[in-house]
């Protein structure tokens, strides 16, 4: 059974539990028709050859997977609860809370610690493996054990936050996740290190599926005190026990040393004489932190040297596991390292980041106006002559629609103390980040703005899927479309490549900067239900640019003219104005990627726009809402007059000069290479 085989039986797997048990009533009836369930978990790590996969199953299936199915039998865990109604939470939150080791609450924790933040993390288990795979020799074997144990931690954290990420922003499910740790390198204890900071996903199910059960059933039998150590002493028995199967599974079938729930065991007698020392001092008598918490993790890393690493070392678990995260770590390293030396854009992003640097610290100690505009001139004309540097036409695109375009923008407000960047400012230099990932990426901080609910929920993973589906069709079978075809698919790559890479700036921009309070809004608004084109452009198509034009170009030039020619002057005049600029930048970015003198065309197709919504905006108000087209009639006449327009303006300057080709043989490349590489790597795990 391959990896895709698996996967598949784990979601029909989980819809029999949703459709099927969940009508069965809780309880034993329920537990009994959730067996068949229950036994396919527990083989399916069987089916792999990859050591790696084997672990991550038996950890999320096998483990995890059925413990929470067993509180799902007793109506009770994740599976059941949800905000809105106990009782009944939507199929895919079901199996991503079920398939995956995430920890849920639908009441977020305010005060909770920022944890560290992914990207760090990232850097720090990239550091260590390249040590202690490539070094490991010149190494002392402690060393590298607690290198290992640092791995785990980060392993474990970075492991449960990409299922987080994908849930959250791919998926666009509505639940709060958890962090999966809270710094248990500040543990203060054994009791705060396994019950309050050490892979909480785990303690969370445990503790209902474990420690609360038998504690319940021993309370009235041998009393609260002895039902309490009672139950650690299982919930540490039934954890040790699983770490057993899943290296059971790892090792082929090695029969089990023990050594492991030994571990395990120790930690469990620990804490409970532990409780027992806390309960009789009654707080007289505690060691500072500054010493209790080297003792806490010094005895865990120790123990961990002695019970948990020496079975996994004997049996060569680590080195199968180093080999196959290492060959993924190398691939992305080497193809990284490939795609930099090919585009040289190191240099350029470093410029980009000094540049900004010298806008954050010097120009905005100078006055607001004239004199910090004059002192941002050498930006605007190095951001300007930047794309110029790019042999690659999508990023020669790339770079004249992020930097030349709305970098320079929003400087230029900056300049006046306006815009988006004029409030990450302080003296305070944390906000330094803030500001160099607003001015060098599309992104839209939310300003008390309620996202609005889309009707046609396209979540960042089906806008991957369409586009690919989209991209596969003009690329490779662009030859046997007709050419009106052609021109719609363009349509659609245009609206989701603009989505996707704000999306993703704005996913990076969260998984980077984890610590810092920064909502942002989303890239556009559902473009093709609009029932106008002052609805189109104004509200709902990409809204980055929308926003940012708003603010440099309609706002000043209607203030300015508002005094002179009137209200409704100067409104009609800032529109037009607004399109005119549009268009200009558009001519200028396909100047950089075409190298030729512009044909005007596009400016065009912007000033009819902005000509046509002049017109809108008078015969709205001439009407006063006496007379109103249906939405679904004025929202195809919309949408068909952009796309028309575009048929006969956009896209032929594009398309004459052969920018629409090269574009499509450089994302259809790298769409290509990834495609091919996937099938690769899965079958290297297979």
């Known amino acids: 059974m391959s990896s895709n085989y698996i996967c598949f039986s784990i979601f029909p797997s989980l819809c029999y539990c949703y459709f099927i048990s969940a009508k069965i009533p809780k309880g034993i009836p329920r537990l009994i028709s959730l067996l068949p369930i229950f036994y396919l978990f527990t083989i399916l790590p069987l089916y792999f050859s990859s050591a790696f996969l084997t672990a991550i199953t038996t950890f999320s299936i096998t483990w995890l997977a059925i413990f929470k199915l067993v509180l799902f039998a007793f109506d009770q865990g994740p599976l059941i609860h949800n905000a809105s109604n106990p009782k009944i939470i939507s199929l895919p939150v079901f199996i991503s809370i079920a398939a995956l080791p995430l920890r849920t609450t639908f009441t977020p924790n305010p005060n909770r610690k920022n944890p560290m933040s992914s990207a760090v993390q990232l850097v720090i288990f990239a550091v260590l493996m390249e040590i202690v795979l490539h070094h490991k020799s010149v190494i002392h074997p402690k060393l590298v054990l607690i290198f290992y144990s640092v791995m785990i931690f980060l392993m474990i954290d970075i492991l449960i936050a990409l299922p987080s990420l994908i849930v959250k922003n791919f998926l666009c499910l509505d639940i709060e996740i958890e962090s999966p740790s809270d710094e248990p390198y500040c543990s203060t204890s054994l009791q705060d290190f396994w019950g309050r900071r050490w892979n909480l996903t785990v303690t969370h199910t445990l503790r209902f599926t474990v420690y609360n059960p038998v504690r319940l059933v021993l309370l009235n039998v041998i009393g609260r005190k002895w039902a309490q150590h009672s139950a650690s002493l299982a919930t540490f028995l039934v954890s040790g026990l699983m770490h057993e199967l899943i290296f059971y599974y790892v090792n082929n079938g090695v029969r089990p040393s023990g050594e492991i729930t030994g571990f395990f065991m120790l930690h469990g007698l620990c804490l409970s004489v532990e409780i027992e020392v806390k309960k009789a001092l009654k707080d007289t008598l505690r060691l500072p932190g500054l010493v209790s918490g080297p003792l806490a993790v010094g005895f865990v890393v120790v123990t961990a040297f002695g019970l948990f690493f020496p079975p996994i070392i004997r049996n060569g678990v680590e080195k199968s596991i180093l080999e196959e995260v290492g060959f993924c770590f190398d691939f992305l390293k080497d193809k990284m390292l490939q795609f930099s030396k090919k585009m040289s854009s190191i240099n350029i992003c470093l410029s980009i980041i000094l540049s900004l640097c010298y806008s954050y610290f010097i120009s905005s100690k100078i006055p607001k106006g004239i004199p910090r505009l004059i002192s941002l001139l050498p930006i605007f004309y190095l951001f300007t002559i930047l794309p110029l540097y790019f042999s690659s036409s999508f990023l020669i695109a ?40 607003m001015a060098s990426l599309p992104l839209r901080s939310k300003q008390n703005m309620k996202n609005p609910t889309k009707k046609i929920p396209l979540n960042l993973g089906l806008e991957f899927v369409l586009f690919a589906i989209f991209l596969e069709l003009t690329f490779h079978h662009k030859s046997q479309l007709h050419p ?42 559902e473009p093709y239900l609009s029932t106008s084109l002052q609805d189109f452009w104004g509200n709902r198509w990409n809204l980055t640019v929308t926003n940012t034009l708003r603010l440099t170009v309609y706002n000043p030039v209607r203030s300015v003219l508002s005094e002179v020619v009137g209200r409704m002057c100067a409104l009609r005049v800032a529109v037009l104005a607004t399109f005119v600029v549009s268009g200009l930048m558009h001519e200028l970015l396909f100047y950089y990627v075409n190298r030729v003198s512009p044909s005007w065309e596009m400016t065009g197709f912007f000033v009819l726009h902005g000509l046509c919504v002049m017109v809108e905006i008078g015969v709205k108000r001439a009407l006063k809402d006496t007379w109103r087209l249906p939405g679904f009639v004025s929202g195809l006449l919309t949408v068909g007059f952009v796309v028309v327009t575009a048929f006969g303006l956009f896209f032929p300057p594009i398309i004459r000069n052969g920018a629409d080709e090269r574009v499509l043989q450089e994302v259809g490349f790298c769409f290509d290479f990834i495609k091919a590489k996937m099938v690769q790597f ?3 795990f297979r």
Do not use: H, R
């Open 398 to 437: 790339l770079t004249t629609f992020f930097i030349t375009w709305l970098a320079n923008f929003k400087l230029l407000l900056f300049a006046f103390n306006q815009g988006p960047l004029s409030s990450f400012t302080q003296k305070n230099a944390t906000n330094l980040p803030i500001f160099i990932f």
């Open 484 to 525: 009106k075809l052609i021109l719609i698919c363009y349509c659609f790559l245009v609206f989701l490549m603009i989505d996707i890479l704000v999306a993703l700036s704005s996913n990076i921009v969260k998984i980077i900067l984890v610590g810092f309070e920064l909502e942002l809004e989303s890239p556009s608004n």
């Open 682 to 684: 899965v079958g290297y």
